[in-house]
T-cell receptor
């Protein structure tokens, strides 16, 4: 099976611009989660989509949004970029089942390195 | 904060030695997962341990979970250069939220 893919891998933007990142999950996975990773804050959860619906959301401002398509592919959008948005953005997919023992194993993509100048 | 916290933040050991990393958390969890990340890349899942389990093994990895102490440990035996990476615990809750700690940076010395 192909792994989780993310495009683009690297991106340079300037303050005030907006950006869209894409994630293709493992075939058969219905859940896609997005994380922001920075040296100072570590890995922070942005949101999770399951069957085209946002199921969980982290504590990020409304400039961060996402969506999921019927084929489970997901996009994340950041509007009005700020310098502090520079980070590695990771996408993870899983089956998204509710087993009663918490979330399934997540499989991560290689990430998109966003630099805001 | 519900965040799991790894200890130590950084660890350097000689190749062949065992490495132990710990994770503590504050509220009840449904499961706890350990991940590895090589420099600036995506995370790789290592082991998932459920709240009703006490120990799991996978190759050279051994994970324990003590829910009474709200802590978990990851043991890597007979370390290799390729084990150099950051290791994260992820605490997973009833509402399916997953919270990652800030990680332990492990460096294996030749």
């Amino acid at each position: 099976k192909a792994g989780v893919t993310q495009t683009p891998r690297y991106l340079i933007k300037t303050r005030g611009q907006q950006v869209t990142l894409s994630c293709s999950p493992i075939s058969g996975h219905r859940s896609v989660s997005w994380y922001q990773q920075t040296p100072g804050q570590g890995l922070q959860f942005l949101f999770e989509y399951f069957s085209e619906t946002q199921r969980n959301k982290g504590n990020f401002p409304g400039r961060f949004s996402g969506r999921q398509f019927s084929n489970s592919r997901s996009e994340m959008n950041v509007s009005t970029l700020e310098l502090g948005d520079s980070a590695l953005y990771l996408c993870a997919s899983s089956l998204g089942r509710n087993t009663g023992f918490g979330p399934d194993t997540q499989y991560f993509g290689p990430g998109t390195r966003l630099t805001v100048l | 904060s519900q965040q799991g916290e790894e200890d130590p933040q950084a660890l350097s050991i000689q190749e062949g030695e065992n490495a132990t990393m710990n994770c503590s958390y504050k509220t009840s969890i449904n499961n706890l997962q350990w991940y590895r990340q090589n420099s600036g890349r995506g995370l790789v899942h290592l082991i998932l341990i459920r709240s009703n389990e006490r120990e799991k093994h996978s190759g050279r990895l051994r994970v324990t979970l003590d829910t009474s102490k709200k802590s978990s440990s990851l043991l890597i035996t007979a370390s290799r250069a390729a084990d150099t990476a950051s290791y994260f615990c992820a605490t997973c809750f009833r509402d399916d939220k997953i919270i990652f700690g800030k990680g332990t940076r492990l460096h294996i010395l030749p």
